[in-house]
């Protein structure tokens, strides 16, 4: 066994100093290019499968219908929203409001218990970044190190040939995903209708397309990790949300430290050294060029790949996995085995109920809305001992169903209804149709210059669907 000294010292290293630059950036302010190692091991098998199901469901959903209705749809042009094939409407924006509320809530609690697993799981960015382009990359160009050398050879025929090849099929990819993201807002019949016709016919509409398409070639192909550590506010929110007992992507320093290169037939911890063997395998397959042994930092989006690196190269050398690993800070600190707190359990809950709160929020809308509304400037008359208010009336069907529909006035009672027509008034499906009403009582009936007022609205069947409380006007009424 070669010992190099029984009281080994590691060699003092300013672990701070990466906090005087940007990882990406060089001492004159020039960009460095990120080459990260194609990883593989058992969590980059699992995030594979998670990036494979979204992106199924990316280019599924734009096809899938329920009960005729998109799955998915945001068509602010039309004024045209469905979520999970419910209908949105203007009237219903409060719903969206208190939902996306009750999301920044989730997430602002996910990410205090969970740390940044969005970003590294389930972000498009990620996916796109990591699961479609830069494979294409490794495909084309081959991993880190032929990237490297193709970078620094003289524009030959072979780099024009791979730069030229992979910049196309960057471009194609765009588009490809552009098409698709405008499913999402004009839904896939207009998109085909768009393709078909061709740019003349839609020349708006392909413009915003391509303009789309270039700012995700853009994203893709030049700023890449640059979104996650420069632009996105997510990682910046993450610092002062995360404490000692958020879940993160951890190194452990007390078991890692002093760090020194491999030595076979060694009994390191005889001589004092870390498990940590300064392999840099860590390093050189993270997506945003940083150390993970410098600790937690903004730029780490937990995507595991340096976890899946260290746990190989341990496996190697017969060390224990682990050494990287989804711990919490205080977890490192004490060495003590992960334990589901008290708090994340009552986290976890709470994002349940959040989540059933949502789903509520969605379905407790209503098939139907109905308003009633005095036309500006209007006022009562009186005929014959009766008082009659003129009402604007809007019914809104939100179901794919034809509706048959009667207005009643539920209180004061002896109201009389003049429809200017049939009182029946037929809706069809996803329709909004306004008429005006005059609404008469007799004089005995109405004891308030301002009667409150309760319009139910009927189905065939008799059941009421909505109703709508107003003013019902009348001749000022002294009491002694």
Known sequence: MSIQSDNFQAPELDY???????????EAGKRKWVYPRKPKGKYTNYRNYVSNFLLLLFFGLPFIKINNNPFLLFNVIDRKFFILGQ?????DFFILALGAVTSVIFVMLFTVVFGRIFCGWLCPQTIFMENVFRKVEYWIEGDRNKQMKLDRQEWNSEKITKRLTKWSVFVLISVIITNFMFMYIVGYEEVFKIITEGPVDNSLKFLGMIGFAIMFYFTFAWLREQVCTLICPYGRLQGVLIDKQ???VHYDFKRGEGRSKWRNNEDRKAVGKGDCIDCHQCV???PTGIDIRNGQQLECVNCTACIDACDEV??????PKGLIRYATESEIENQEKFRFTSKMKATTVILALLIGFLGFLMYDRGSMEAKFIKPAGSTFFIKNG??????IYTLLNKSNEQKKLT?????????????FGSDKIILKGDQILKGNINITFPEKEIKFSKQNMTIGVFDEKGNMVD???????????LSF
């Open 246 to 248: 958020t879940i993160n």
């Open 386 to 391: 009766k008082i009659t208010n003129t009402f």
């Open 407 to 419: 207005i009643k006035v539920i209180s004061p009672k002896n109201a009389e209804i003049d429809f």
């Open 284 to 286: 050189v397959v993270c």
């Open 314 to 319: 341990m496996e190697k050398i017969g060390l």
């Open 87 to 91: 209908p949105f409407y203007l009237q």
């Open 16 to 26: 701070e100093d990466f906090r005087n630059s940007v990882g990406t950036m060089d």
């Open 467 to 477: 109703s709508f409380e107003t003013i019902f006007e009348g001749p000022f009424q």
